[in-house]
């Protein structure tokens, strides 16, 4: 069955880096597109980034050119680097996969089926 299991979730001061790490199992890693999700209390699930099957990346305004996402196909784990964290980054962070529909990378939640439990990150000032 489809697993995925997040790691990497902590506490850490405003400017400071974290790095969450996915690993995926039970399925051919390579031909789903992958994402990071993140929900803050109260807030509805927000795409913050993610990694198309054929290659493409997107990443939401609030994060681009602070975080980074990577895939490495060989080990089945997914990665999202993350500089200059805001308190406002504060969320449990959660890693997707795509149902198979669309091609490109997208952050819409709709656009995938299986969720991992989720890591929690705390950006303090």
């Known amino acids: 069955q489809v697993q995925l299991v997040e790691s990497g979730g902590g506490s850490v001061q405003a400017g400071g880096s974290l790095t969450l790490s996915c690993t995926a199992s039970g399925y051919t890693y390579s031909a789903y597109n992958m994402a990071w999700f993140r929900q803050a209390p109260g807030k509805e699930r927000e795409g913050v980034a993610s990694s198309g099957r054929y290659g493409s990346i997107s990443y939401a305004d609030s994060v681009k050119g602070r975080f980074t996402i990577s895939r490495d196909n060989a080990k089945n784990t997914l990665s999202l680097q993350m500089n200059s964290l805001k308190p406002e980054d504060t969320a449990i962070y959660y890693c997707?996969?795509?149902?198979?529909?669309?091609?490109?990378?997208?952050?819409?939640?709709?656009?995938?089926?299986?969720w991992g439990q989720g890591t929690r990150v705390t950006v303090s000032t």
């Open positions: 997707a996969r795509g149902t198979g529909f669309p091609n490109g990378a997208s952050r819409q939640p709709t656009d995938y089926q299986f």
